[in-house]
């Protein structure tokens, strides 16, 4: 089983600045099976990023994923005050398609 | 505008079993791989079972594996999960998503007597 670690657990932001977001596999995971879900309050989650880069539909240029292998990165330049959130992290390269911890984004 | 609406949840005592239906629009259903999730009260989000768009490929967490059932009816454009042996711990609500798309809204499963 492929368990993804997400940090930091809680990242403390102000609207403006930038967040940096990480998710590290435990093992290889191609960078097509790799996703990023957003997750606010009473809310179900949404899909932010697929194949490590791809935004989906609707998603702002403000959001980008990259990273390979073991390592990805969520970045999220110019908070604004609807991005403070929960967000994870899902593989799909093997069943059982986990997610990480989750890391909240919250406003400092 | 693609929609995914679970139903068919509730409160069951342990033991118990329930069946869960997403029904999905504006897509292309058949075209597309599912999965269900949960997530517990104050808790992440947990993987439970994943479907291919032609029902060859199926996967279960162990968490659920034995006791939930995953399957879709193509031509209603249906998704479904039968849960049986129903636990304490299985109490979360529970989301349909298409992989890489959108997700239901959920619906609340609680398991107690």
């Known amino acids: 089983e492929i368990v993804l670690t997400q940090s930091p657990g809680t990242l403390s932001l102000s609207p403006g600045e930038r967040a940096t977001l990480s998710c590290r596999a435990s093992?290889?995971?191609?960078?097509?099976?790799l996703a990023w879900h957003q997750q606010k309050p009473g809310q179900a989650p949404r899909l932010l990023i697929y194949?490590?880069?791809s935004r989906a539909t609707g998603v702002p240029d403000r959001f980008s994923g990259s990273g390979s292998g073991t390592d990805f990165t969520l970045t999220i330049t110019r908070l604004e005050p609807e991005d403070f959130a929960v967000y994870y992290c899902?593989?799909?390269?093997?069943?059982?398609?986990?997610f990480g911890p989750g890391t909240k984004l919250e406003i400092k | 505008e693609v929609r995914l609406v679970e139903s068919g949840g509730g409160l069951v005592q342990p033991g118990g079993s329930l069946r869960l239906s997403c029904a999905a629009s504006?897509?292309?259903?058949?075209?597309?791989?599912m999965n269900w999730v949960r997530q517990a009260p104050g808790k992440g989000l947990e993987w439970v079972s994943h479907?291919?768009?032609?029902?060859?490929?199926?996967y279960y967490a162990d968490s659920v594996k034995g006791r939930f059932t995953i399957s879709r009816d193509n031509a209603k454009n249906s998704l479904y999960l039968q849960m049986n042996s129903l636990r304490a711990d299985d109490t979360a609500v529970y989301f349909c998503?298409?992989?890489?798309?959108?997700w239901g809204q959920g619906t609340l499963v609680t398991v107690s007597s």
């Open positions: 899902q593989h799909y390269r093997s069943s059982p398609y986990t």
């Open positions: 479907i291919s768009s032609s029902s060859s490929a199926i």
């Open positions: 093992q290889s995971v191609s960078s097509d099976h």
């Open positions: 998503a298409r992989v890489f798309g959108n």
């Open positions: 194949g490590a880069s």
């Open positions: 504006g897509f292309t259903f058949n075209n597309y791989d």
